[in-house]
């Protein structure tokens, strides 16, 4: 008898399984993990290396060397890491204290006598690192970039969005909440008996479900138009007068906010009624369940698990907490990711990369250049703005030129939470600072040991860091077809975001400035809602209830297709600047026996391929649910097939056929940049 062996399809079938399908089927998801992939798999690399120099730095043992190590020892940098990874890892030490390390911040919530001593109370911990009303921060003003202005945007909630609060196909996760928040409170021995703890979380719950209800959704938030609302501080106090309390509470109250941004003015002003209409008891309440919910996983073990049940295991499907190591890793680069950065650098990116990268981003410029310069649909005012504003734009490989100095950052190898306080409040002293100082152009807002890349429409900055430029994204020793699918896809996708829904809204300088013609911008919004609706209708095979959103999804969409599109346009260039570069090296080469049409053929799925092989991922149920509500990027299965359907290059390359399901009418297909 014949075993039967599980074929995978094919690409004409599905592109994503066909690549993907032997790594789906062999990979479990880690147990601490909520999803598992690409990403993930460059993202335990980075963890296991900055443990071994934190591990290095607690002991005192250097393993580093280098230019960018240079002084470590004399701006203390080695003992910062060290310390702080030491405090968490003390975990005998943090169980033995127990709720001790936040009874005076409990306490001082029980003295707050009205109001405007709530707001205060309530600004002073967020410079401590615990979540507020108001999320506040220093931006690049996109009026004028060039100056740095308060900002402050919708918060106030423990669920992930304001749907969880009024859905209800959230229902039972909106219970379960309640039941996480009792559970706080009777650890800390907030309340009386179960029956009264219940009731103090089901009316702090209660609040959250009323400030939820002046909240802007998740596809309104994505409004770079909308949410730029600049006003003068007396504005501010016109529009939300406890912002008078709470300004001197965060700190803000002088120079700092002679002007703001305010992101969701409604916002505010429902805010305002909610705090005069809700009970002072209630509202200490609430500061008591942010002071919990924020310090639980740097507290006894109790507090930790349940905070993982809940966000971890309820939320996310995750079956355990990640080892008691990555979530000191965590911290450690969260408090002082510049520090390890310096270490990282010095033993995980060669300057070769760098030089490769440089070549490739060059590349992907001249593609989009010629791209822009030839679109059908975009008039010659606009081509100009846009090919003016592609000039401007800064590429950052690697890491960046010059380090973030934490040497005023105070640390104690003995303490956590202290060394959390400390952390958060430098944090968000060096982000005011730059208010009085002015935005720097050579900041970056990644460290270079995570795995992603970002464009920064304020700064027209497109950062690569170095922890990405890793397989299967970028190889020097792959092919070219195998980079250009992978990396150059990635680069173009960054580039694409300055020319996405919202990205277009700003000009070169970074300014939020309209440089299109009203013909050219209906052009652009009727492909980009043909985009939408081809999303809208999408659902994922983790959570076949739920379907993409695609207005939420929009912008990285775009990314997506633009910076595949253009990806393969610059391997085309690339391939007429290099015709001899992937020649057969002698007559006994099989590739000699195939035609430059068939080879450059297999090129192309090579490219397609490395393309897939970038997206592949396992998700949990839990976790799908929760990102298709509240993340703007699609699914990865989406994010590599429903992409490569709107490629002509796709189909040649695979000669795809209609009834094939990868097929889509030529007329269907979308191409925007």
Same mark, same amino acid.
């Given at each position: ?11 004409? =079938? ?80 943090? =169980? ?192 008591? +369940? ?152 050579? =900041? ?24 990405? +430029? ?41 300014? +939020? ?161």
């Amino acid at each position: 008898m014949t075993e039967t062996v599980n074929a995978q399809p094919t690409a004409r =079938e599905d592109l994503f399984r066909h690549v993907n399908g032997a790594w789906l089927d062999s990979v479990s998801i880690p147990a601490d993990q909520g999803a598992y992939g690409s990403f993930q798999e460059l993202r335990d690399a980075s963890e296991l290396a900055v443990r071994r120099l934190c591990e290095s730095a607690a002991t005192g043992v250097d393993t580093s060397s280098g230019p960018f190590t240079a002084g470590h020892d004399e701006d203390g940098a080695r003992r910062r890491i060290g310390a702080l990874y030491a405090s968490f890892m003390d975990e005998e030490r943090v =169980e033995g204290r127990g709720l001790e390390p936040i009874l005076a911040d409990l306490a001082e919530i029980e003295t707050v006598t009205d109001l405007p001593g709530f707001l205060e109370l309530s600004g002073r911990f967020q410079r401590q690192g615990i979540s507020g009303l108001v999320q506040t921060g220093a931006l690049n003003d996109a009026g004028n970039p060039e100056r740095m202005l308060l900002h402050l945007l919708q918060d106030g909630l423990g669920l992930p969005d304001e749907s969880y609060y009024r859905e209800e196909k959230f229902a039972e996760i909106l219970a379960a909440y309640r039941v996480h928040v009792a559970r706080l409170f009777t650890l800390a021995g907030i309340g009386g008996d179960s029956g009264e703890t219940q009731a103090d979380a089901d009316r702090v719950v209660e609040l959250e479900t009323r400030i939820a209800a002046h909240h802007w959704d998740v596809v309104k938030v994505r409004d770079a138009v909308a949410r730029y609302n600049l006003m003068d501080r007396f504005g501010l106090i016109e529009l939300f007068p406890l912002a008078e309390h709470w300004l001197r509470g965060v700190g803000v109250d002088g120079d700092r906010s002679a002007e703001v941004v305010v992101w969701q003015p409604d916002f505010l002003t429902g805010l305002q009624q909610v705090l005069e209409d809700t009970d002072l008891a209630d509202l200490k309440l609430w500061l008591d +369940l942010q002071l919990l919910r924020s310090r639980a996983p740097y507290l006894a073990a109790a507090f930790q698990e349940e905070h993982f049940d809940f966000y971890g295991r309820r939320l996310a499907g995750t079956e355990e907490d990640r080892p008691r190591w990555k979530r000191a890793v965590a911290f450690a680069n969260g408090a002082v990711g510049e520090d390890i950065a310096r270490l990282y650098v010095a033993q995980h990116f060669p300057e070769t990369h760098k030089a490769v990268m440089d070549r490739l981003v060059n590349t992907l410029m001249e593609a989009y250049r010629r791209s822009i310069s030839t679109l059908e649909w975009m008039g010659e005012q606009t081509r100009q703005k846009a090919l003016e504003k592609l000039s401007m734009f800064t590429p950052m490989v690697g890491y960046p030129v010059k380090w973030i100095d934490y040497s005023a950052l105070t640390v104690d190898p003995s303490d956590l939470v202290a060394n959390v306080r400390a952390a958060s409040a430098f944090a968000f002293e060096r982000d005011l600072a730059k208010i009085e100082t002015g935005p720097d152009p050579e =900041e970056w807002h990644m460290t270079p040991q995570t795995v992603n890349a970002y464009y920064s429409p304020l700064e027209n900055a497109i950062v690569f860091p170095a922890a990405i +430029l890793q397989a299967p994204f970028f190889d020097p020793e792959r092919s070219p077809a195998e980079n250009f699918g992978a990396i150059g896809a990635v680069i173009g996708h960054e580039i694409g975001h300055g020319f996405d829904d919202q990205g277009s809204h700003y000009a070169g300088d970074g300014s +939020l400035k309209n440089w299109w013609t009203d013909e050219d911008r209906a052009a652009f919004e009727e492909r980009t809602a043909r985009l939408v609706d081809q999303y809208d209708s999408l659902r994922p095979a983790e959570a076949p209830d739920h379907t993409v959103n695609g207005r939420l999804t929009l912008g990285e969409n775009i990314g997506d297709l633009g910076g595949l599109g253009i990806a393969y346009q610059a391997f085309t260039i690339w391939r007429e600047e290099n015709p001899d570069d992937d020649a057969p090296e002698s007559a006994s080469d099989p590739l000699d026996q195939v035609s430059p049409e068939e080879r450059a053929a297999e090129q192309d799925r090579a490219f397609f391929a490395a393309w897939a092989e970038c997206w592949r991922q396992l998700t949990r149920t839990e976790t799908a649910i929760t990102r298709i509500t509240s993340d703007p990027h699609s699914p990865n299965e989406f994010r590599c097939n429903q992409v490569v359907k709107n490629l002509d290059a796709f189909h040649e390359a695979y000669g795809t056929q209609p009834g094939d399901p990868m097929w889509m009418e030529p007329e269907e297909r979308v191409t925007i940049w």
